[in-house]
Each structure stands twice: as C-alpha cells, then as structure tokens.
C-alpha cells in the first residue's frame, strides 16, 4: 500500500484544478487523513483476488452502425457557454 | 392542505383512474402547498408550475379517454441530477447552476409515461457526492420533522418533498447510501434496486458502477408502483440489464413464513446506544414474529466497505467530472490559455465536497499508485460481494440498520471522514451491486433534540430479488405501521 503524502499542487493540475493556499492546506490534510483510513486496505489478503469493476455481469453492447435521430446542432449549441456561428469557441490552443 | 394529497401514490392513482378526482386538480393542490411549506423545508430548487399543469391535463385527457395508468396524477419530485427536457438541471452545483437539459432521462420519461406529475426538481449534495444535502451549492434542505436538522442525503430534497407531502414519489439516485440513508432520516421507504435495473440514461453520473436511481415513497407499495414503472432494460443505457422486470407491486405475501432472515454478525447494534439498540431487536423480533426464522450471518469484510467506495467512487468520480471543463455547457470562467480557462472553470464550479473527490480519485488512479489504491479497492470489492454471497447460502434476506443514528443536526459533520462514516451500513450492498431498502422501524428523541426522529431498517437480498426484498417489507410495514406514529413538524401539515 501507498504510504506517501498526497502532492496536492501535483494532483491539482492532473485534475485541471486551481486550488487557492487555503484549499492546498485544507484539502492536503483532510485527504491525508483519507489515505490513512483507506490504508487499511492494506490488511486484506488479496494476491489471488480478481478485481471487480462492475458486480453484474456486463458485456460489450453494440448497434447497426445507422443513422438515428440525435440532438440539433442548436439545441446542443445553445447551452455552450460561448459559441461562434456553428461551433464551440474555446481559447487559442495552438500558439501562432 | 387538501386531504387528497396526504394519500399514498397508490391511493391518488386509485381516484384519478377512477375519475373521483381529477390529475389538474391534484396538480393545483399539491402546488398550492408546495407555496404555504417550501419556505420551511426547502426541498425544491425548482418548481415546475407550467409543465406539472401541462402534464396533469395530458393524464386527464388520456384518463377521460379510457387509458388506466398506474401513477395517473400522482405528484413527483425529481433528484435534480436526472434530466427533463427543458427543465433546469443542476446536481446542486455552480457548475451546471443555469444549465438547461436538452432532453429527458429515461426513467424520468418512464414515470411521466405512467401519469406521474413534475412537481419540482429536488435539492441533493453537489454531484450527489453527500449524506446530509448540505453540500448542495444551490439550497438548503430542512428535515420536516425536525426543521434544525438535515434531511439525508445525497437525494435529500426528494425525500423531504416526500415527508412533508410536496410529492407522494420522490425520485433520487444512489451511489453509497443516498437513497436509503435519507429514507432512513425524513420517516420514508427508500429502495435501490439491483444495479443495471433502472436506466442511468439522463442521470448525470457520479460514480457509473455504483449509481442506481430508485424511488423514495411513504409506502412500500408505492415504492413497488414507482419502481415497476421506471424499471426495465433500455438500449440507452450499456449497462442496463437485459432480463424482463417481474412485477413488484400487489398480491402480496401476508407472513414471512419459510424465510431466513439472516441477522449480521459484525453489525452489534450495542455500539448504536440502548435507544438504537433496543428498536433494532424489536425490529428483527418483529420479523420472528412474521414468520421469518432468523440466522446469524456474517460479513467479515464489512468493515472494508466504507475505505474501498472512497477509492472506487473518487477515481470514477474524477473521470466523469472531466467533461465540465467549461466547453459544451455549463459555466466558464475566462483564463489566459485554455489550460487557464479549464482550471478557474472547475475552481469556480465546483464545491469543496467535488474537489476532494476529485483529488483523491485523481491521486488513486495516477501513475504509481493505482495499483495500490485503485486496483486493490477493486480487490476488496470481491471480498465484500462474495461475503453476501456466502450469507446468502444461508439466508433469503438480511436485516440490518439503515444508518447509525436518526438525522443530526446541521453542521454537527465538519470533518470530511465523519460524514463519510454514515454511509457504513449502506455502502457495502451497493458495493456488491445488490437490492436494498430502508423501511420506518421506529422513533428516538436524539441527545439535544425535543422531537423523536424515525430510523430505518435496512434489508436487502441477492441481486434481482426485488420482489422478495419488496415483499419482506410490505409485510414488516403492514405488521408495525411505524411511519404513522409521528407527522412532521409543520404547521401546514399538522393543521
């Protein structure tokens, strides 16, 4: 089992946060205490255990490669917080 | 508040099919009290006035044209983390705060199909990520017998409607506890049926291999009518499961004659104090009492159950949540770059509850140390599924509390792992993807508190033994009446 300290700051950015000081202390300690209580995993024997990613039985579902009605480009449009004509606008990715 | 709305599902479905009462008229009244108590207990974060009007003349138009439908005029509170088309829909977060959905879950449109009425969408913790809905970013949610504490949670705002009578079925999902937990603290049935039963299509997921929707009720039977209603394969939703759904409600079996009812060995309910201790015994007696021959089981991994889900339901949690990256919809907030942009998005949108999740399930899944947290909570979430497994050898159902006290007082959970900690008995039936159930098993004044508090007793049994499950309750239900002991603390309701 895992026993370092969480790298919050590392963790953050994994997870496209931005943390203020107080948030970086708080959650740093409160997830430390986590870790320690899920720690206690470590005292299951569970070399020849498979893991279970899902409890029923579950298989891979497909479906005629077919065209189906399917939400408007509006609709779906309209809930983008900013748009430009028919398309999502997003910050500039690619640098000039 | 007009008598016809105190009724059970089952009994306003009676009236409307039997054209005694009309679904508009129910509508107005149930709308009507929702003004005089929301103002008390909170549980809406949206009223739907026009589309519960709109709806209610549909029922009654099909009613007049000869349609009988099993949840004719019945008023509904959704979990405001199921979409309907139209409506605003919010899972208690900044981040989804003005979101309109575009279309409407499946087992939403399923209850509507069968004559439910909209009434509202209901508060609940952010993302569903809580045991007390006080980590919903948009509303506070009082519980309606005691109005200084909370209602549960994660689906809170549904069982509140449903205790003070602004809805007779409240829709909520569970993930760890979050049905049955606040069926527990608000006097209610909260049932979760088999994981892959109810379609997840249209429910904005926390954790997919944990979350299951389900019904909070008065009744056991109105549990059954809802679930029957919603319940069923549909090709939206991979993970639905394809086998026919067999009617729960009706015809049910008067005594739990030629059961085992299997009692849990590490659940000492001693260590829940003698109020608890006392009502827990009487309870399982009372299923003696019924028929049922009890046997001790045991669940040696239990204990595991509560340090797994917080791995398993971060690291899910974490991945799920990626697609609020303030692009498609919900709120953005402006940044230097992209990157900038994401990174204020989520700290603006999201609550501290959604950030630890995120963090800690960021952390189990990242290189080097999934193997550690992720993959070995997997593990241990065998262990947990095969005790049932081995308890079920033994025994038809098991029996055993549906939390370990009645609702707290708000604030009375600041640390994170306290909180956590309330989802104890619940966490491991969903952990094994089983069907379970709170049902009312009695009242205790809490330390401090003036009025008593309902508990719940929690059953479940293997997978797909709704039926069974359904039936164990109805005829503990019938045998005890619990939830008629008390009425909630309102004045709409006691006058």
């Known amino acids: ?96 | 508040m007009s008598e016809i709305i105190e009724r059970s599902a089952a009994g306003i479905a009676a009236q409307v099919n039997a054209k005694q009462a009309g679904a508009l008229e129910i509508a107005e009244a149930t709308l009507a009290h929702v003004r005089s108590v929301e103002g008390e207990v909170g549980a809406y974060l949206t009223v739907l006035d026009d589309l519960a009007r709109a709806q209610a003349r549909r029922v009654d138009e099909r009613i007049r044209a000869g349609e009988h439908l099993p949840l004719a005029g019945v008023p509904v509170a959704v979990k405001d983390n199921m979409c309907l088309e139209g409506t605003r829909t919010t899972c208690g977060s900044k981040i989804l705060e003005n979101w309109i959905a575009p279309y409407t879950a499946t087992a939403v449109a399923r209850i509507l199909e069968a004559g439910g009425i909209p009434i509202g969408k209901a508060n609940c913790d952010e993302f569903a990520m809580g045991s007390s809905c006080e980590n919903s970013a948009l509303g506070v949610t009082r519980n309606p017998y005691d109005l200084s504490r909370v209602p549960g949670g994660s689906s809170g705002g549904s069982a509140a409607a449903v205790a003070s009578y602004e809805a007779a079925i409240g829709l909520g999902s569970d993930t760890g506890g979050s049905i049955r937990e606040p069926g527990a603290f608000c006097n209610l049935v909260g049932f979760k049926p088999t994981y892959g039963r109810v379609s997840r299509y249209g429910l904005i997921a926390f954790a997919s291999s944990l979350d299951q929707i389900g019904p909070l009720t008065r009744t056991v039977e109105d549990a059954a009518l809802a679930y029957d209603a919603m319940g069923g394969y549909d090709p939206m939703d991979s993970t639905s499961i394809n086998k026919p759904l067999e009617p729960t409600a009706g015809s049910w079996r008067d005594d739990l004659r030629g059961l085992r009812v299997g009692i849990v060995r590490e659940f000492d309910t001693k260590t829940l104090g003698a109020d608890l201790d006392t009502i827990y015994r009487k309870a399982y007696a009372d299923l003696e009492r019924l028929g049922a021959e009890l046997v001790e089981v045991s669940l040696p991994t239990a204990d595991y159950g509560v340090p797994t889900y917080y791995l398993v339901a971060p690291a899910e949690c974490s991945s799920n949540l990626a697609r609020f990256d303030g692009v498609r919809y919900g709120l953005r907030v402006d940044g230097a770059d992209v990157r900038a942009m994401y990174d204020s998005t989520r700290a603006a949108g999201f609550g501290p509850e959604v950030k630890r999740r995120i963090l800690i399930g960021t952390h189990a899944l990242s290189s080097g140390y999934y193997d550690a947290y992720y993959v070995r909570a997997q593990k241990a979430r065998t262990l947990i599924a095969r005790d049932f497994e081995r308890a079920f050898a033994q025994c038809d159902a098991i029996a055993c509390p549906a939390a370990s006290c009645p609702a707290f007082v708000f604030n009375a959970k600041s640390d994170p792992y306290s909180m956590y900690l309330m989802d104890y008995y619940t966490i491991p039936m969903a952990l094994a993807g089983l069907p379970a159930l709170s049902v009312p098993c009695g009242w205790a004044t809490p330390e401090g508190g003036s009025l008593p508090m309902p508990l719940g007793l929690q059953l479940t049994t293997p997978l797909f033994a709704e039926r069974l499950l359904l039936d164990v309750a109805h005829a503990y239900e019938a045998a005890t009446g619990h939830a008629a002991a008390h009425r909630p603390a309102l004045g709409a309701v006691r006058a």
């Not at chain 1, 026993?3 to 943390?19: E, S, T």
């Not at chain 1, 279970?52 to 298989?59: F, L, Y």
């Open chain 1, 1 to 96: 089992m895992a026993n370092d300290a969480i790298d919050i700051r590392y963790v953050a950015k994994l997870a496209r946060l931005a943390l203020t000081d107080d948030e970086i202390e708080r959650f740093g300690k409160q997830l430390g205490d986590l870790l320690g209580h899920v720690n206690a995993l470590a005292d299951l024997d569970i070399a020849s255990v498979p893991a279970t990613a899902q409890v029923v039985e579950s298989r891979n579902v497909t479906r005629d490669d077919e065209l189906r009605p399917c939400l408007d480009r509006e609709t779906v449009l309209s809930a983008a917080p900013q748009r430009q004509g028919g398309f999502f606008r997003v910050p500039r990715i690619i640098a000039e």
